[in-house]
């Protein structure tokens, strides 16, 4: 078993040992501090071989006053990691899984624990991974999204998707079941996969729309690995789903069918826009809050501005040039004075129109989307743009992971908006939440 990752050093290191024996896999069923004493009595070596690219810590039971477990599939350069521990302020033990190499680096250099892998490469019956309570998933958009191909769209990849839904929660016993005092009711019956169906067998199922690097068949995931958790019997309690506004109702109905059938409590489809919720520009997003415990109240964006200009200290009267990569209402130039146009890769080559030489800073892209103007972007300006474009807002993350563990998020929000912007929203809307 390669190992990608290291709790201590985030890459191949001393601790490895490609000549370890590997203990043998039954010892992992057991639970409590049996399973403690089976793993202490491993070499280091051998632990790190069962933990694979998972931390080490990740195959002890997780104890009472410990950091809850969460993985961030698709997590990108760290919106959300951003999100929960500087505008919420919580610290979860999130690892944040992304093929990106610049991604993943970013991550880590923002302070996430990161691992680059493929999230089809996701087990979710890996033993490390039973300790898991919460999920969120950001998968990437190009085939959903107007500025992609739309190839998603398409009805018969609607279909193929929909049906490998259904077929990946049946495989891990997700199905509904006679009972009850009303009929048929939600008493799904977990456990491993049916015929020993492999994780890799199961994105077959999705092939044809990952040819030629689709990414559609991508959103089979929070299917795939939240059902998989479960049928493991990790704790999971909380998914959040991020993807382009135009996710077809179809896609939406079916993945949030089976957590009802799984009979969790609560399930929330919405269409939430960043610049809504004070980023200085546009990002309009579908959204999936689930809760296993607890019924969601829909979530109602508080209409805080802020002007680009504002955030980065240009004139806004300032016309910006998108070189007809931006189809806005002024056609390919906007003015700089008001939330501005979503960005996307393509901010790279965006400039003043008075002035051509005077482009976006990194630092300012990254006020622009709501990331401090510090976060360390790792790669070329290209990959730089590429990973700030597709950034799951820090500002919405935080009013979603709010509604699921019922806090009052605004006054965090706003804390957060006055630190970055306090040209903006000032030291009032600091004391009003502080």
Same mark, same amino acid.
């Given at each position: 078993?390669a ?13 490895y ?7 043998e ?12 004493a089976?793993?202490?009595s ?7 071989e069962l933990?694979g690219?998972w931390?080490?810590?990740w195959?002890?039971?997780?104890r009472e006053g410990? &950091?809850?477990?969460?993985?961030n599939?698709c ?9 929960l ?7 979860l ?5 992304d093929?990106s ?11 996430c ?8 490469d *996701?087990?979710?019956?890996h033993?490390a ?6 999920a969120?998933?950001t998968?990437?958009? &190009?085939?959903?999204?107007?500025a ?18 259904a ?5 891990y ?9 009303h009929?048929d009711?939600s008493?799904a019956?977990?456990?491993k996969p049916?015929d ?9 199922w ?11 068949? *991508? ?7 939240g ?7 990790a704790p999971?309690e ?7 506004w135009?996710?077809?109702e179809?896609?939406?109905a079916?993945?949030?069918i089976?957590y009802i059938?799984?009979?969790?409590n609560?399930?929330?489809w919405?269409?939430?826009d960043a ?11 579908a ?29 806004p009267?300032t016309?910006?040039n998108?070189?007809g990569v931006?189809?806005t ?10 939330t501005? &146009? ?10 003043d ?13 990254? *006020?622009l ?6 976060h360390?972007?790792v790669?070329s300006?290209?990959s ?12 919405? *993350? ?23 912007y306090p ?12």
């Amino acid at each position: 078993m390669a190992r990608e990752w290291c709790e201590e050093c985030c890459g191949l290191c001393e601790c490895y040992d490609p000549d370890a024996s590997v203990p043998e896999p039954k010892g992992l069923e057991l639970e409590g501090e049996a399973l403690v004493a089976y793993l202490n009595s491993l070499t280091e070596a051998q632990r790190h071989e069962l933990a694979g690219s998972w931390p080490v810590r990740w195959l002890y039971p997780w104890r009472e006053g410990e &950091p809850e477990r969460g993985i961030n599939a698709c997590g990108g350069c760290g919106g959300g990691c951003v999100g929960l521990r500087l505008v919420l302020g919580i610290e979860l033990d999130l690892i944040c899984i992304d093929s990106s190499k610049d991604a993943t680096a970013t991550a880590q250099a923002a302070g996430c624990n990161a691992i680059r892998m493929d999230v089809r490469d *996701l087990d979710p019956q890996h033993p490390a991974l039973r300790g898991t309570r919460h999920a969120i998933f950001t998968m990437p958009c &190009p085939d959903w999204s107007v500025a992609g191909k739309r190839l998603g769209l398409q009805p018969e990849n609607i279909e193929i998707l929909v049906d490998a839904i259904a077929d990946v929660a049946e495989a891990y016993g997700n199905v509904w079941r006679a009972g009850g005092h009303h009929g048929d009711v939600s008493t799904a019956e977990f456990g491993k996969p049916y015929d020993h169906t492999t994780v890799a067998e199961m994105w077959s199922w999705v092939g044809e729309l990952t040819r030629e690097k689709r990414t559609a068949g *991508l959103m089979l995931a929070p299917v795939l690995v939240g059902m998989g958790l479960l049928a493991a019997g990790a704790p999971l309690e909380s998914v959040i789903i991020e993807q382009a506004w135009t996710l077809p109702e179809a896609v939406k109905a079916a993945i949030g069918i089976e957590y009802i059938v799984a009979g969790w409590n609560g399930v929330l489809w919405d269409i939430l826009d960043a610049g809504e919720f004070g980023s200085p520009s546009t990002r309009r997003r579908a959204i999936m809050a689930a809760s296993r415990e607890h019924p969601l109240t829909t979530i109602t964006a508080p209409g805080i501005t802020t002007w680009a200009s504002d955030a980065i200290g240009w004139d806004p009267e300032t016309w910006i040039n998108t070189r007809g990569v931006r189809k806005t209402s002024g056609g390919n130039e906007f003015k700089l004075g008001r939330t501005m &146009p979503g960005v996307t890769s393509k901010i790279r080559g965006w400039y003043d129109a008075d002035d051509p030489d005077h482009r976006f800073t990194i630092a300012e892209v990254c *006020l622009l989307v709501a990331l401090p103007a510090d976060h360390p972007v790792v790669g070329s300006r290209s990959s730089q743009c590429q990973q700030l474009g597709d950034i799951f807002s820090p500002l919405v *993350l935080a009013a979603v992971w709010g509604t699921l563990l019922g806090i009052n998020w605004q006054p965090y929000l706003l804390r957060y908006l006055a630190e970055r912007y306090p040209q903006v929203h000032g030291q009032d809307a600091y004391a009003d939440a502080a």
